[in-house]
Structure formats: C-alpha cells, structure tokens
C-alpha cells in the first residue's frame, strides 16, 4: 500500500514562490517513478512535472519549464516541487503520484500512469 501526503501548498502573490512537498509511507519509495499534477476549477488534471527513480531524469510541461524545478530525496521517501515565479494560472490542486513504471516517454505525461496519489494541496496565486 502506497499512501501519498502533500504539502506547503498557500496562497501567495504572483511572483512569489512555494516548495512543495510529498512524502510517502513506503520502504521502497526508490522504486518508483514520482511526478506532480495539477488541477484547476472546471478543468482536467494535467500533468506539471516528473522525475525517475534515481532523480536523474526530469520532465516538465512547457507552461512550467524554466520555473518549476522536481527534485526528490530517497533517503527521506520524498519529493519536492520547487516553484518560482508564479503566475495566476498556476493556480489549482497539486497533487503527488506514484508510479511503478513508465517505459515510453510519453507515459511520463499520461495520468494514467500512475497508480497511487495523494489527496492534493491548494495553491493559489493572485494577481
């Protein structure tokens, strides 16, 4: 049983930043491929970021490259999402997600990859 526990979600300005992060109450959390999705009000979850066992590898979307960093820790059964200079719509559920494997590189951005997710963390973003 994988369970999932987000946080450092809040409210902030456009242009701050926030450090997500999610833990995970697993032995084997280097076994697993980590990723953050998002979800906004009256729209899809969509994919933010995602990182390989090892954390050697990343993927992000392009709405967030260049601001939003994935980074995860094994020793500590966790993974981060730092995010800097955000933006209005930034704004939505972000949630944490476990994956046994991803084989194409196209499954890094599919939810349906992911079998185990956390309950989600709030962050809102004004303008």
């Known amino acids: 049983q994988v369970q999932l526990v987000e946080s450092g979600g809040g409210l902030v300005q456009a242009g701050d930043s926030l450090r997500l992060s999610c833990t995970a109450s697993?032995?084997?959390?280097?076994?697993?491929?980590m990723a953050w999705f998002r979800q906004a009000p009256g729209k899809e979850r969509e994919f933010v970021a995602a990182i390989n066992r090892s954390g050697g590898t990343t993927y992000d979307a392009n709405s967030v490259n260049g601001r939003f960093t994935i980074s995860r820790d094994n020793a500590k059964n966790a993974v981060y999402l730092q995010m800097n200079s955000l933006k209005p719509e930034d704004t939505g559920v972000y949630y944490c997600a476990a994956a046994d494997r991803a084989e194409r590189r196209s499954d890094w951005y599919y939810k349906g990859t992911y079998a185990y997710w956390g309950p989600g963390t709030q962050v809102t973003v004004s303008s």
């Open positions: 697993i032995r084997t959390f280097d076994r697993y491929e």
